[in-house]
């Protein structure tokens, strides 16, 4: 298999529908559990549907978030003095990983390394940017997200 031949995270998903089943109903289970309910108590109903844009978008998939809602500056803006905590945090890449094998959602060792990896990663920079005195870069660079990624050591 080529370079070119190997598929997006975004495509090995499934695309946009899978994404969207995916956190549609990962927010059913976020809304009765008793340590993420209250955390997302006031999100709309399309919120899922954001949360798919902007997964899709990091994981290969076109760059809808970025033109629809202004990128990984507005994501930041999402978190501001939420006040995350690491359980809140542990629970969040728990239930969704629970989600994808609840879907069927691909279990391939290399499929899911790389999505725990982005999961680890983007959620402790949402802990990051959820604390007190947290501010938001407007020209922060969307993720992306790849089969191996290695991001290097945390810079603040």
């Known amino acids: 298999m080529t370079t070119q031949d190997i598929p997006t995270l975004f495509n090995w998903i499934g695309g946009f529908d899978a994404l969207n089943r995916l956190t549609t109903r990962f927010y059913e289970h976020v809304q009765v559990d008793p340590l993420l309910a209250s955390v997302f108590a006031h999100m709309d109903a399309g919120h899922p549907a954001h949360v798919a844009a902007f997964l899709g978008e990091v994981l290969g998939g076109p760059a809808a978030y970025s033109e629809q809602h202004g990128g990984h ?68 660079p969307m993720p992306k997200w790849g089969w191996g990624e290695v991001k290097g050591p945390y810079t603040a």
Do not use: C
Not at 109 to 129: C, T
């Open 73 to 140: 500056p507005h994501m930041i803006k999402q978190h501001l003095d939420r006040h995350l905590t690491q359980e809140q945090r542990r629970r969040w890449v728990g239930l969704l990983l629970d989600t994808a094998d609840e879907l069927s959602m691909p279990e391939d060792p290399e499929f899911r390394s790389a999505l725990v990896g982005y999961l680890e990663w983007g959620s402790r920079l949402a802990v990051i940017n959820s604390q007190s005195g947290a501010t938001v870069d407007e020209h922060a």
